[in-house]
C-alpha cells in the first residue's frame, strides 16, 4: 500500500438510487473517493457493483441521488458535457477488454486522444510511448487477436489512462486472466498508482484483486454494508 490519500475528496456519491423496471437495484448508496486512493466493492452477483460503477462513470443516469468529481456535478452536465467530461476525466478497464479486432494495439490506445482533440499523428506518437511503458513495444502493430489475455489487459490500460485521467474504473479487471497475469496487472496499478497520481475504483469478486486496495466496501442487495481496509477485503 502505498501512497495516503489526500483528505478532500474527490468524488462523492450521495444517495444513489437505481432501478430498472420494478427491480431496485441500487438502494441510497453514498461514498468518497480520495485522490491516489485505491477502492475495491466487492459483493455477489447480482449486488449491485457493476451498475453503481456504470453510474459512477455516466454511463447510466440515477433514478435518485449525485455523484460529483472534481467539485463538478455530473447531473447538471447536457449528454455532449457529460462525454467529454467522461473522455477528460475517467478511464475504464473491463474484464473483456473491449478492444476493436480491426485495429492494432497502438490505434485502440489512441482513439481516446484523437476524441479529446488530437491529431492523429500526436494521439498514435503518445499512444505508441505508452505501450512502451507498459513493455508492448513489439506489440504495437499487433491486433487484439495477435495478443495475449495479458497483453491486452495492458492494452485496455493504456487506452483508460491516455488522456491523463484522474479516476480509473475497473470492472473485475482481473477475472479473465491467469495466476501470473493477474498479479502483474495488480502491480500495473499500484506503479500507475505512484508514478501518476491515479484514482482507482476496482469492482472485483477475488480476493487478491480486493486486497491490493486501501479500501474495500461489502455491496449487498444494493446497499453497502460493510467498510474495511483492503487486507481485510470482506470476500
Known amino acids: 500500500m502505498s501512497s495516503t490519500p489526500t483528505d478532500a475528496p474527490l468524488m ?3 444517495d444513489i438510487y437505481k432501478s430498472f423496471g420494478r427491480l431496485e437495484i441500487l438502494r441510497g448508496i453514498s461514498l468518497q473517493l480520495h485522490r491516489g486512493e485505491i477502492l475495491a466493492i466487492v459483493g455477489a452477483s ?3 457493483k457493476t451498475t453503481l460503477l456504470q453510474v459512477i462513470g455516466t454511463l447510466d443516469a440515477p433514478d435518485r441521488g449525485e455523484v460529483i468529481i472534481g467539485g463538478e456535478r455530473l447531473s447538471a452536465l447536457s449528454g455532449n458535457r457529460r462525454a467529454a467530461f467522461r473522455n477528460r476525466h475517467l478511464g475504464f478497464v473491463f474484464q473483456s477488454h473491449q478492444l476493436m479486432p480491426e485495429f492494432t494495439a497502438v490505434e485502440n490506445v489512441a482513439i ?3 476524441i479529446s482533440g ?3 499523428r500526436e494521439a498514435m506518437a503518445e499512444a505508441g510511448e505508452l505501450l512502451r511503458r507498459l513493455s508492448l513495444g513489439d506489440r504495437l502493430d499487433h491486433r487484439p487477436a495477435e495478443l495475449s489475455g495479458g497483453e491486452k489487459q495492458r492494452v485496455a490500460v493504456a487506452r483508460a489512462i491516455i488522456n491523463h485521467p484522474e479516476i480509473v474504473l475497473a470492472d473485475e479487471p482481473t477475472g479473465a486472466l491467469d495466476s501470473v497475469r493477474k498479479r502483474e496487472l495488480l502491480e500495473l496499478f499500484l506503479r500507475l498508482r505512484e ?3 491515479l484514482s482507482f475504483i476496482v ?3 477475488d480476493r487478491e484483486t480486493a486486497e491490493i486496495a486501501d479500501r474495500s ?3 449487498s442487495d444494493g446497499r453497502i454494508v460493510s467498510e474495511q481496509g483492503g487486507d481485510e477485503a470482506p470476500i
Do not use: D, F, I, Q
Request: hydrophobic fraction near 40%.
Open 12 to 14: 462523492e456519491v450521495r
Open 46 to 48: 447480482g449486488a449491485g
Open 112 to 114: 481516446p486522444a484523437m
Open 118 to 120: 488530437k491529431s492523429r
Open 195 to 197: 508514478e501518476e497520481g
Open 203 to 205: 469492482v472485483t469478486h
Open 217 to 219: 466496501l461489502l455491496l
